[in-house]
C-alpha cells in the first residue's frame, strides 16, 4: 500500500533470473494514466551476505504512465555462494574487503566528455550494488551505466573473487553482464576494474580510463594492493608500511638451550653456535655423538606477519633429511635387524632389492618398518617471535619436529614488539612540523560527542585517564554504556598532507561498527594560534572510519623569532622594540594539574626572575621547580640562566633548560617551556601544566594579558613609529629625518609664495577656490510661467523663479535663507550669447541669467501674485552675486533690485572695453 493506494495483491509466485529472485504483486488499483492498466510492485531480491546490516526493501523508482513500482529488497536468504574479495599474492593475501560498499555506491563519470554529455557509473565490488534511489539499476547488477537519454544498464555484474597477473603483479576484477551489446548483439556488455598502487590513507575511487562500444575498464588506485615493502640486513627488519625498523640482535650471542626428549636444540639468532659441534650452524640437535644441523645464518630469511603481529625467521640448509617411508613415517636410525645395527635404509631381507628401514629403534621387537621414500630435502628451522613486554628477551619453546627434517619453536620477547612510539616529526614542502608537543606521558587528551567520551594520545599509547584501554592503542573510546573500544593503534600510525592539513591515521582498531571491519581513526590537524583540542567531525560507518579535526599551532610551520630578555623586558634585536612583562616576571606562580596514573600529585614553582622563596632551599634561583605533594621529591626542571625566547605570532614561548637528568634516559636532560597566549580577560593569570612529553620536556599553558599588545607593538616598530619603551629609530635617523622635513617646508613656502606673488594669479586662485566651493552648492530651480495685465517691455514674458530646496536642505534652514525669485525674458538674438564667453567653470544657473532676462525680487514678484506667500528675508544680494545678470548689473554700478536693465537698450556687443573686462573679472 503507497499513500492510501493498492500497489498490488497477495502472491506468492517467485521468478529467478541473473541472481536475482523477484516477486510480483499485481492487480492493485486503477492506474489513473491509464484505465487499463493497475498498480503493479515488482520486488528483487538480491544476496548481500552481511545480515548485520539493515534488512529491508527501498522503493527505486515509480513508472507513472504504467503505474509500476520497483522495489530492491538486500538478504542473505537469497544469497547462493559468497564471493571471496581477496587475492593470495606469493604467501601474502591481498584482501579488498575494506573497499566493499555496504550501503551507498562508487561513481565514476567519462572524462573524455564533458559532464552534461557523459553518462554516470555506479559500482560496488563483490557485492551487488545497494539500492539508488531515483536510479533505476537492474537488480543484482555490481557495475551500472545512467545514460543521459535513457534508463540505467547493467553493464556488470560479480563472476568472482579478485585475481592477480602474475607477471605484471597486477590485481583486477571482471564483471560480466547479461545485457545483450547495441553495437553488437552477438556480444554482452562487460566491464574491468584494474587496482593500482597508491600508498596513503585514502582507500580511493574507481575512475574511467578505457571504453569500446562494449566494454568499459576502469583504474582504481588504492593502498589496499601495495605490497609489504618488508626488507631484513644484519638482524634487522624494516617494513616500510609500518615505518619501523625490528632489531633483534640484542638475542645474538648467546647459545639457547632446548630440550627435546633426551636431545637438545642448540640455538642463535642471525649468528653460528657457539659449540665447535655444531658446525656453523645457527639451529642443531645434539644427540649423544651425534649432531644434525638445522640451518645456517648465511640461509637466514625473516618476515612481518601484520595481522598476528609476529616476526617469522627461517633458517634452511642443514643436514639433509632423514629417511621417510612411503607412508611418510620417519625412519629410526640405527635400527636393529636381525641383531645387527643399521644407520640408513637397507635391502637385506628382501628380494625384489626395495629399501626400507623400521620406524622404531628395533625391529626385531616390533616389526614395524616401511619402504623407503626419495628424499632430496634439507632440514631447517623457523621461529615465530611474538610480542611479550614482561618477558625481556625471552627463550624460545620448541613447538614441533616434522619428520626428523623440520622444527617449529615459538619466541615470547619484548624485543619484537610493536612501537609504543612513533615518530613525531615530519618535513613537507621543505618545512618542519614537530607535533611532539601533543604527545603526552602524563594523560591523554579528551573529549565527549553523543555521550561517548574519545581519548587520544599523539605518536604513542596512552598513559593515564583510561586504564582499560589497550597500551599500544592511541585512540580510545567509552561508551555511554561503559565499554572501552580501540578506535586505532599507535604502530599502524601514517603522516601525510592535504588541503594544507596534516592528517594523523590510525588503523587495527576493533570492530565496533557492525560490519566486521576493524576502526581506523583520522585526525585532521589544521594551524591554529593555540594548542587547541581535537573535535568530533563525522563518523563513516561504512568504511568505519572516523574522523577528528584539532586546530592547533603545532601544526604550523611558522619560523620562530629568537628574541631577549632583561629584567623582564624583551627586547628584539632587530627592531629595538622594548616589552616589559610588568610584574608577572618578578612573582611567584603555583602550577597544578599533574595527576599521574599511580596516584602521585605534583605542582611547579614558576618565578621566571628566578624563585627567591627559600622554604624549599632546593628551588632556590631556579625558574621552575617540580615538588611532589606528600612527598620529599624536589626536582629543578627548568634554571634561571640559558633560557631562550621566542615570539611567533601573538604568543611567546619560553624555553628552559636545565641540568637535571632524565629519569627514563640518563642521557638526556631535563627542560621546561612555557607557552604565552593572549587573553585579555585574565589579567596576570596562573600558568597550567599541560603535559610531560617523551624527550623530559615539559609544557605549560599560560593566558594573560601581559602580551597581547605584543603584536601592536611589534608592527608599529615596523613601521618605524617611536611610542612607549620602543624605539622605532635610533637617534642619528631621527636627526636626518627632521632636518629633512624642516627643507621640504622651506621649499614649500618658497613654491607658493613665487605661485602667488602677482595679482592675476592671486586672484585667479581665489576664481577658482570659489568656483569650486560654489559648485558645492546643490541648488535647483522652478519656473512657472506668470500671466500678467500689468504693462511692461513689449515682447516680455514673466515668469516665476522658484528655488526647490535639495534633499538635505531641512538640516541647513537655520543657517541658509531661500527665497523665490521672478523673471522676466524676452526674444534674444543669438550674437547676445557670443558677445562674451562663459567660463567653463561657471554653474549651471549662471548659463540661465543672461542679458534680456530681468529678475524681480521674491517678494515683489509674490506681491504681484497677490501676495499668497512671503518669504522671511531678502536674499536677492547673494542671489545676484552668482548670476551673470548680477555681474551684469554690478558691472553697470546698478546696486538695487528696482533698477532697469541696461539704458537705451544697449545690447553686449556695444558694450564698451571696460564693461566687458569687469563681466570677465566679474
Given at each position: 500500500c503507497i499513500g492510501g493506494v493498492n500497489a498490488g495483491n497477495f502472491s506468492k509466485q517467485l521468478s529467478y533470473l541473473d541472481q536475482v529472485v523477484q516477486l510480483t504483486y499485481e492487480s492493485g488499483d486503477p492506474c489513473p494514466s491509464n484505465s487499463a492498466l493497475r498498480h503493479k510492485s515488482i520486488f528483487s531480491f538480491v544476496c548481500r551476505s552481511d545480515s548485520s546490516l539493515p534488512n529491508r526493501p527501498v522503493l527505486v523508482s515509480s513508472d507513472e504512465e504504467s503505474c509500476t513500482h520497483f522495489f530492491s529488497w538486500h538478504t542473505p536468504l537469497v544469497c547462493e555462494q559468497e564471493v571471496s574479495c581477496s587475492v593470495l599474492n606469493g604467501s601474502s593475501s591481498i584482501d579488498l574487503t575494506p573497499l566493499i560498499h555496504r550501503t551507498g555506491y562508487y561513481s565514476a563519470t567519462d572524462e573524455d566528455l564533458e559532464k552534461a554529455k557523459s553518462p554516470d557509473f555506479f559500482i560496488n565490488i563483490c557485492q551487488p550494488l545497494n539500492p539508488i534511489p531515483g536510479v533505476n539499476c537492474p537488480p543484482g547488477a555490481a557495475v551500472c551505466m545512467d545514460p543521459v537519454d535513457g534508463p540505467p544498464i547493467d553493464i556488470g555484474r560479480i563472476t568472482g573473487p579478485p585475481q592477480i597477473n602474475e607477471a605484471i603483479n597486477e590485481v583486477y576484477i571482471s564483471f560480466n553482464s547479461s545485457t545483450t551489446c547495441p553495437s553488437d548483439p552477438s556480444k554482452n556488455y562487460t566491464s574491468l576494474i584494474v587496482f593500482s598502487c597508491q600508498r596513503g590513507t585514502d582507500m580511493g575511487t574507481p575512475q574511467m580510463i578505457r571504453k569500446s562500444s562494449c566494454s568499459y575498464v576502469f583504474e582504481?588506485?588504492?593502498?589496499?594492493?601495495?605490497?609489504?615493502?618488508?626488507?631484513?640486513?644484519?638482524?634487522?627488519?624494516?617494513?616500510?608500511?609500518?615505518?619501523?625498523?625490528?632489531?633483534?640482535?640484542?638475542?645474538?650471542?648467546?647459545?639457547?638451550?632446548?630440550?627435546?626428549?633426551?636431545?637438545?636444540?642448540?640455538?642463535?639468532?642471525?649468528?653460528?653456535?657457539?659449540?665447535?659441534?655444531?658446525?656453523?650452524?645457527?639451529?642443531?640437535?645434539?644427540?649423544?655423538?651425534?649432531?644434525?644441523?638445522?640451518?645456517?645464518?648465511?640461509?637466514?630469511?625473516?618476515?612481518?606477519?601484520?595481522?598476528?603481529?609476529?616476526?617469522?625467521?627461517?633458517?634452511i640448509s642443514g643436514d639433509s633429511c632423514p629417511s621417510v617411508t612411503e607412508k611418510e613415517e620417519v625412519c629410526v636410525f640405527p635400527f636393529q635387524f636381525q641383531k645387527k645395527p643399521y644407520m640408513k635404509c637397507t635391502t637385506d631381507g628382501r628380494v625384489d632389492n626395495r629399501d626400507w628401514c623400521a620406524t622404531t629403534d628395533d625391529y626385531d621387537r616390533d616389526g614395524k618398518w616401511g619402504f623407503c621414500a626419495n628424499v632430496t630435502e634439507k632440514k631447517s628451522s623457523t621461529f615465530i617471535f611474538k610480542c611479550d613486554r614482561s618477558a625481556g628477551r625471552g627463550s624460545p619453546q620448541l613447538l614441533s619436529v616434522t619428520q626428523g627434517c623440520s622444527t617449529l619453536f615459538e619466541w615470547k620477547t619484548s624485543v619484537v614488539c610493536p612501537p609504543k612510539k612513533m615518530e613525531c616529526k615530519v618535513v613537507n614542502n621543505h618545512m618542519t612540523y614537530d607535533l611532539r608537543t601533543l604527545s603526552s606521558l602524563t594523560s591523554p587528551w579528551k573529549f565527549s560527542h553523543n555521550g561517548d567520551s574519545y581519548y587520544i594520545n599523539v605518536c604513542q599509547g596512552m598513559y593515564g585517564g583510561l586504564t582499560d584501554c589497550p597500551e599500544n592503542a592511541a585512540v580510545c573510546r567509552r561508551t555511554s554504556k561503559g565499554s572501552t573500544q580501540a578506535l586505532g593503534l599507535v604502530y599502524t600510525q601514517k603522516i601525510s598532507f592535504r588541503d594544507d592539513k596534516i592528517h594523523l591515521n590510525y588503523s587495527g582498531g576493533e570492530a565496533v561498527c557492525g560490519n566486521g571491519l576493524p576502526a581506523k581513526t583520522i585526525v585532521q590537524l589544521q594551524c591554529g594560534n593555540t594548542m587547541g583540542h581535537p573535535k568530533f567531525q563525522q563518523i563513516d560507518e561504512a568504511n568505519c572510519e572516523f574522523w577528528l579535526h584539532w586546530e592547533t599551532r603545532a601544526a604550523c610551520a611558522v619560523v620562530q623569532q629568537e628574541v631577549e630578555m632583561f629584567d623582564g623586558t624583551i627586547k628584539i634585536p632587530d627592531t629595538g622594540v622594548n616589552f616589559s612583562l610588568g610584574a608577572l616576571y618578578n612573582r611567584l606562580y603555583i602550577a597544578s594539574g599533574d595527576i599521574r596514573a599511580n596516584g602521585d600529585k605534583y605542582i611547579y614553582n614558576i618565578q621566571l626572575s628566578g624563585i627567591t622563596n627559600t622554604s624549599i632551599p632546593l628551588c632556590k634561583g631556579a625558574k621552575i621547580c617540580q615538588v611532589k605533594v606528600n612527598g620529599e621529591h624536589r626536582r629543578i626542571i627548568g634554571s634561571s640562566s640559558n633560557a631562550k625566547y621566542y615570539i611567533k605570532e601573538d604568543s611567546l614561548d619560553i624555553l628552559i633548560p636545565s641540568d637535571s637528568k632524565c629519569g627514563r634516559d640518563q642521557s638526556k636532560k631535563v627542560s621546561s617551556t612555557i607557552l604565552f597566549h593572549c587573553s585579555p580577560s585574565a589579567g596576570d593569570g596562573i600558568p597550567e601544566f599541560l603535559l610531560e612529553t617523551d624527550g623530559c620536556q615539559y609544557l605549560f599553558l599560560w593566558h594573560t594579558k601581559a602580551i597581547c599588545n605584543l603584536t601592536d607593538l611589534l608592527d608599529k616598530s615596523q613601521g618605524g613609529e617611536d611610542e612607549g619603551e620602543h624605539t622605532g629609530l635610533s637617534g642619528r635617523s631621527q636627526a636626518v629625518g627632521a632636518v629633512l622635513s624642516l627643507l621640504l617646508v622651506v621649499l614649500t613656502a618658497v613654491l607658493v609664495i613665487l605661485l602667488l606673488y602677482k595679482r592675476e594669479r592671486r586672484e585667479l586662485v581665489m576664481q577658482k577656490v570659489t568656483g569650486c566651493c560654489r559648485r558645492g552648492a546643490n541648488v535647483s530651480y522652478k519656473y512657472s510661467k506668470v500671466n500678467t495685465e500689468d504693462e511692461g517691455v513689449e515682447d516680455e514674458t514673466e515668469w516665476l523663479m522658484e528655488e526647490i530646496a535639495t534633499p538635505d536642505s531641512s538640516s541647513r534652514s537655520g543657517k541658509e535663507c531661500q527665497e523665490n525669485g521672478h523673471v522676466a525674458t524676452k526674444p534674444v538674438k543669438a550674437e547676445a550669447f557670443g558677445a562674451f564667453p562663459l567660463d567653463e567653470q561657471d554653474s549651471e544657473d549662471e548659463v540661465l541669467s543672461v542679458p534680456g532676462v530681468r529678475v524681480h525680487s521674491g517678494r515683489a514678484a509674490l506681491q504681484r501674485l497677490g501676495g499668497k506667500a512671503a518669504p522671511a528675508g531678502p536674499c536677492w544680494a547673494m542671489r545676484a552675486t552668482r548670476t551673470w545678470w548680477g555681474c551684469w548689473r554690478k558691472a553697470r554700478g546698478w546696486t538695487s533690485p528696482s533698477a532697469e536693465r541696461s539704458p537705451g537698450g544697449r545690447e553686449p556687443g556695444t558694450w564698451p572695453p571696460s564693461t566687458k573686462t569687469a563681466m570677465r573679472t566679474c
Open positions: 582504481w588506485a588504492t593502498p589496499l594492493v601495495c605490497p609489504d615493502s618488508v626488507s631484513f640486513s644484519n638482524c634487522r627488519l624494516k617494513d616500510e608500511q609500518l615505518q619501523f625498523t625490528f632489531d633483534l640482535s640484542p638475542l645474538t650471542g648467546q647459545s639457547y638451550q632446548v630440550p627435546s626428549g633426551s636431545n637438545t636444540f642448540l640455538i642463535n639468532v642471525c649468528a653460528e653456535v657457539k659449540d665447535s659441534k655444531c658446525k656453523g650452524s645457527a639451529v642443531c640437535l645434539v644427540s649423544g655423538d651425534t649432531v644434525s644441523s638445522f640451518g645456517i645464518p648465511k640461509m637466514m630469511s625473516m618476515d612481518y606477519n601484520r595481522q598476528d603481529q609476529t616476526i617469522l625467521m627461517k633458517y
